[in-house]
């Protein structure tokens, strides 16, 4: 690869656009680039499942010829972007990481496929991810494990591990992915890049292959706030009236009114590693020395109910595998760790599936409230760092030990359960050099003031500007 190649690979979506529009580069250079970066990194990263090498070609010649006779109206346009391999695509297998779909071919796309054909965006390929999304480590007995790309021996997240390996490696400047418990933030954050998850319904969710449709969230993740938002928008619904739809060209502004943001006295920064509450912390202040009003909030009822509400997903996963005839008739089939949560869902009983949505409500009225003071709430993405692959348990902060699932989706829940939009964004790494993610949660509908706020905090730093390489 050469030396201007690799620099094309790590540069803004906008920028990127800038240079295909004056003919400066062609699509085809940088989906060569992409497919020769997949093909030297993949092998070991276990980013993609499946690659179109042929198929983004020929979309990027027929880009090419097109922007000859015409300037396109999307920045995504000839951009090589990447999909989370439980998105249908037409003619294009669509494993959801499993072998009970290894060879189901869908006959058309998903929503989100469709929009971004759209845009003449180019899919370089389909993203490994944790099985049937039902896992939030990224490691996959069928496809292989995605590896954190700042250090191989350690996990990606998940359960989007792919497409954040994909996009923090420059094996594509985008990617998308779902987030029900936290699977587009969580590897997002422990790799370095942006995670965004939108307002619950704001992208459809037709056409992908469910985990929980209560809490399923269609997400990008980008490494910087802007391509993040660029994405948003080809994929987002139309926004209720009154409520601003982001526009990526205008983050860089300055804001209009200080923004309030809330520091939470409980849950978030309870039992986490002392390196990231001092990189949260940091950022705060980073906030504060740009003009933000820092306000101490309360979410009183959250750390008591979480695992109550969240009772829901364990209920509406078994139910869907079951409703499609894959469990238990093909239990073999499944990862050890998939068919034993969904064993714990078959046991689950009523009352507790009834409960969780009176204690999702409460967490939700505990947001809303706090939402009457500030504009959005700053929190850890992850208690801790990356953990090694198969580290099944970890102990934070020297407490005792606890099952690594449960540490890394302790810090996102809550915002799948209220449906409030959040996103991830790097604000430092660790002694050993591992990323550290802090997010931003606001209101529904507030994506344009979350991400003006990210952008500006991203702006004054130079986190979301380094790469493993």
């Not at 906008?14 to 295909?20: D, G, I, K, N, P």
């Not at 469709?114 to 896992?135: C, D, P, W």
């Not at 007995?141 to 994909?166: F, K, L, M, T």
């Given at each position: 690869?050469?030396?201007?190649?690799?620099?094309?690979?790590?540069?803004?979506?906008?920028?990127?656009?800038?240079?295909?529009?004056?003919?400066?580069?062609?699509?085809?250079?940088?989906?060569?680039?992409?497919?020769?970066?997949?093909?030297?990194?993949?092998?070991?990263?276990?980013?993609?499942?499946?690659?179109?090498?042929?198929?983004?070609?020929?979309?990027?010649?027929?880009?090419?010829?097109?922007?000859?006779?015409?300037?396109?109206?999307?920045?995504?346009?000839?951009?090589?972007?990447?999909?989370?391999?439980?998105?249908?695509?037409?003619?294009?297998?669509?494993?959801?990481?499993?072998?009970?779909?290894?060879?189901?071919?869908?006959?058309?796309?998903?929503?989100?496929?469709?929009?971004?054909?759209?845009?003449?965006?180019?899919?370089?390929?389909?993203?490994?991810?944790?099985?049937?999304?039902?896992?939030?480590?990224?490691?996959?007995?069928?496809?292989?494990?995605?590896?954190?790309?700042?250090?191989?021996?350690?996990?990606?997240?998940?359960?989007?591990?792919?497409?954040?390996?994909?996009?923090?490696s420059g094996m594509g400047f985008a990617s998308l992915g779902t987030d029900t418990g936290g699977s587009v933030r969580i590897p997002a954050a422990l790799c370095g890049i942006v995670g965004l998850k939108p307002t619950y319904g704001l992208v459809s969710a037709a056409g992908v292959v469910p985990l929980s449709v209560s809490f399923d969230h269609v997400g990008t993740l980008a490494r910087s706030v802007p391509d993040a938002c660029i994405v948003f928008e080809a994929i987002a619904a139309p926004y209720p009236r009154g409520h601003a739809r982001p526009n990526w060209r205008k983050l860089s502004n300055r804001w209009s009114h200080k923004p309030r943001i809330g520091w939470p006295r409980n849950f978030f920064f309870e039992r986490i590693e002392p390196e990231v509450r001092d990189a949260v912390e940091t950022a705060a202040r980073q906030f504060e020395s740009l003009g933000a009003d820092i306000r101490e909030v309360r979410l009183p009822h959250v750390a008591d109910l979480i695992d109550r509400a969240t009772n829901l997903v364990i209920a509406e996963a078994s139910h869907y595998h079951e409703s499609q005839g894959y469990y238990p008739r093909f239990a073999s089939k499944y990862g050890k760790d998939v068919r034993g949560l969904l064993a714990w869902g078959h046991e689950l009983r009523a009352v507790d599936y009834l409960n969780s949505f009176a204690a999702g409500e409460t967490i939700l009225k505990d947001f809303e409230a706090a939402f009457e003071h500030v504009d959005a709430i700053i929190a850890p993405t992850s208690p801790i760092v990356a953990p090694r692959l198969g580290e099944g348990e970890i102990r934070v902060a020297g407490e005792r030990e606890t099952k690594v699932r449960a540490e890394l989706l302790r810090m996102t829940r809550p915002s799948n359960i209220t449906g409030m939009p959040a996103i991830s964004i790097p604000c430092g790494f660790t002694k050993q050099g591992l990323p550290i993610g802090t997010q931003l949660i606001g209101p529904r509908w507030s994506e344009a003031r979350l991400l003006h706020i990210a952008a500006a905090y991203e702006e004054s730093t130079d986190w979301h500007a380094r790469h493993p390489d």
């Open positions: 690869m050469t030396r201007r190649s690799s620099e094309l690979l790590f540069t803004s979506i906008a920028q990127v656009s800038r240079l295909l529009q004056r003919k400066e580069i062609s699509s085809l250079e940088l989906v060569d680039a992409v497919l020769l970066r997949i093909e030297e990194r993949n092998p070991k990263a276990h980013a993609f499942i499946t690659v179109l090498g042929d198929q983004a070609r020929r979309a990027a010649k027929s880009a090419d010829r097109a922007m000859q006779r015409s300037k396109p109206r999307s920045p995504l346009y000839g951009i090589p972007i990447s999909l989370k391999d439980n998105f249908w695509t037409k003619g294009i297998r669509t494993t959801a990481g499993s072998k009970i779909l290894a060879k189901f071919v869908p006959e058309e796309d998903s929503d989100v496929a469709r929009k971004l054909a759209a845009t003449s965006a180019i899919v370089v390929g389909k993203t490994n991810m944790h099985e049937f999304a039902y896992g939030i480590t990224g490691e996959n007995p069928h496809y292989g494990s995605s590896r954190n790309p700042w250090d191989g021996h350690r996990i990606s997240g998940g359960s989007s591990g792919g497409s954040a390996v994909a996009v923090a």
